[in-house]
Structures are given as C-alpha cells and as structure tokens.
C-alpha cells in the first residue's frame, strides 16, 4: 500500500514538473525579429514600391494623358509647392475631413438600417449535422430546411413605417395641414442694386411655378425688407408655420451661425411662430444645369464642349468645407465631357479667377470659359468677369441669376423642409 502511494506521489510531481516546463517553454518564445521584419514591416514597403513602379511604367508608356495620371516628378514638385505656399497641411486636412464626414455618414446611415432589420433574420434555424455520406446524399426526409416554404412576412414596425411616410418628400402643391407654411427666401443683400433685383426676379419665377404658394423675400443685409421685419409682418397676419431658405450655394457661416441666430433673435418676440431652415441650395444637379445654360447663353455649343476648359469661379469662403464642396462640384462636371474643370474664388481661398485662366492657358487649351458659381450680382460676381478678362479667357458667363433650375430648386428645398415631421426646436417661439 505504502508502495502504491509513493509512486502516485512521485506520478504526480513528474506531472507537475512537466507542466511547469511546458509553461515556460510557452511564455520564453519570442518571434525572431527577422521573422517580423520579413512578415510585418516589410511587405507594406513593398506594396508601395510595386505601385510606383507601375505608376512610373504607365507614365513612361504614355498610357494616358497627363492630366489624368501625372508623373511622379510633377507630384513631387506640387507637393513641395504646397509646403512651401502653406497650403499642404489645409489640402490634406480638407481630404482627411471629408474622408470623417464619409464615415460618420455611412455610419448614420447603417446604424439605423442595422437596428431596423427585422429580428427573424437573425433567428434562422442551425444547419443539422450530418456526415460527409448523409450531404452527399441530400437531407433526410424530417430535415428542417431554410427558407421555410410558406415563411410568413417579417413584423412590420410601425414607428419604422410612420417615420417612413413622414420623410417622403411632398408633392408640389400638397398641404400638410390644411395651409401650407410661408416659404421666406433669405438672401444675404448687396449695396449693388442689381442683387435685390435679381433675388427678387428669381422669387417671382418660384411663384409662378407654384400659384397659391406664399413666397417672400429678406435679406441679412443692405438691403429691406430684413429678415424681422418679415417675420414680424407674416406673425402679425396670423401665420404660424414658415420655411426659412438661405438663398446661398455653399454651407458656410452664413447658413451655419448667421441665418440661425438672426431667426433664433427674432421669434423670442413672436410666440407661437415655427419656422423650418431648409438646406441651401448646393451641391444639386440643377446648379450644373443652370451653369451650362449660362454657358450656352455666352455662345458655347454642345460640339464646343471635348474642346473647352472652364474655370468654375465661386465667391470664396474660409469654411474649408464650403471650399471642398466647390472643388468636388468641379471634378464632377469634369466628367460630364468638358477637357477640364477648375475651381476658382474671388476671396478667401486660392486660386483667384485669373490665376486659373491663365494656368489653364499654360497647360495648353486653346479654349477657356469662366462660369460663375454665384447667384446674383455684386462686387465678387464683377470680380470674376474682371479677373477673367484680364487673363484673356475666351467666354464669360454670367451669373445664374433667375434661371429657371433655381426657382424650380427653391421649390424642391421647400418642400423638403416642409415634409420634416418636427420643426426645430431652438426656432420655434
């Protein structure tokens, strides 16, 4: 018996030490650098080394034109350009913004598409398991198989659906409740007189394409009746429910802080008023339309098009969004058959109209058209046609104005607002 225990004690410290070899053996590992460096760090170099290869290979192929695939040496020098102009860092935080704003949209957009997936897709019954003999066989005959064949529809939410109807846009001329809500077109004003009368030709066309819709018209400045003033006349008439329209392509401080705290100042003093803050005007494919018409009005035809560059010239902001929006406006049209597209300003960002002709002229097209990404007249608007003249470009338009694409899209943005299910909260007396 004795015998018996001594040799389980003496099985189970052999155990024992065996296990505490097998644990050291375990945490002394460690990967060899070479391996890390051979697995880990070197194979992202190389994949960076293969595409420059390539690239330099299709450049000196002459594959395509410059202007779609440039050398590395012009990179280089653009880059180095850039870092020396200071304008480097904002080009790759604009890039890296738009890459966030990306992101957290497809993330708004997934997340609740993601929460409303009906629950019964994720309870599929699990596959039986069966041996390699009995796959190849097919099921058995008692096997549950997927779908079901009469499967009943998945539940239907009902807050899900009613959210659904209340983001569907509304039809022209429709009403929401019994009256539709005043539509207030906010203009930014001009000591120019030109811009109050061509806001006010272009609400006019908005309110004949839509009889019986009330359209007014204020402005932030220079100009009356301002943006209180009309507010305070539409209260005083009983209206409760208004669209407020930032007459602005681009959101900037305009349409973030400006229109919304000039609203917020004036319906302290008007209780019971609701006023909705429809988006701006841009991006929308009727602004490109209402650009090309201006081009054609200048003498452009379609057949002018493979053989002209345009230099699409905005006013300018310093919101590096309102910047990146202006600059994707232009690589889209570029693809609509124009040689080239370049974004252009009159203030607050580079580079100016005329810089733009003449680098265009520099890179050898023969054709350069301005096109004025602007709505109304004033001294911007008469900054661009000055900028292009003097750097010779062939064809200037002029501004949108009261194109018919832009009274049909204040309409479009109208009833966008005025199809929200809620108003917002901080503009409502």
Known sequence: M????TKAKTDDLAGLEAGLDALDAVQTHRTPVREVLVKKVLPPFLAVGLVLVVWQVLVSLKVTDETKLPALSAVWDSLSDMWLKGTLLEVIWTSVSRGLLGFLLALAIGTPLGLLVPGTWSCRP?????????????????APSWPPRSSPPPPTS??????????????????????????????????????AATVHALTRRARALRPGLRVETAFLDFNAPRVEQVLSALHADGVRDVVALPLLLTRAFHAKADIPATL???????????????????????????LERRLAEAGLTPADRATTAVVLASAGS??????????EIAREWRHTGWCAVRPAFASAALPRTEDAVRALRAEGFARVAVAPYVIAPGRLPDRIAAGAEAAGADVVADVLGAAPELALLLLRRYDAAAAAPARLPALTA
């Open 318 to 327: 310093t919101d590096p969004e309102a910047i990146a929006v202006i600059a």
């Open 126 to 142: 699990r596959c039986p398991v069966t041996s390699p003999v009995s796959s190849r066989a097919g099921p058995s005959p008692g």
């Open 158 to 195: 009902a807050w899900a659906s009613a959210n659904v109807r209340a983001a569907q846009p509304r039809p022209a001329g429709e009403e929401l409740s019994g009256v539709s809500p005043v539509l207030l077109v906010i203009a930014h004003g001009s000591r120019d007189p030109r811009h």
């Open 2 to 5: 004795a015998n018996t225990d």
């Open 264 to 290: 917020s100042e004036a319906l302290t003093r008007l209780p019971g008023l609701s006023v909705s803050v429809a988006d701006v005007l841009g991006p929308s494919p009727l602004l490109v339309d209402a």
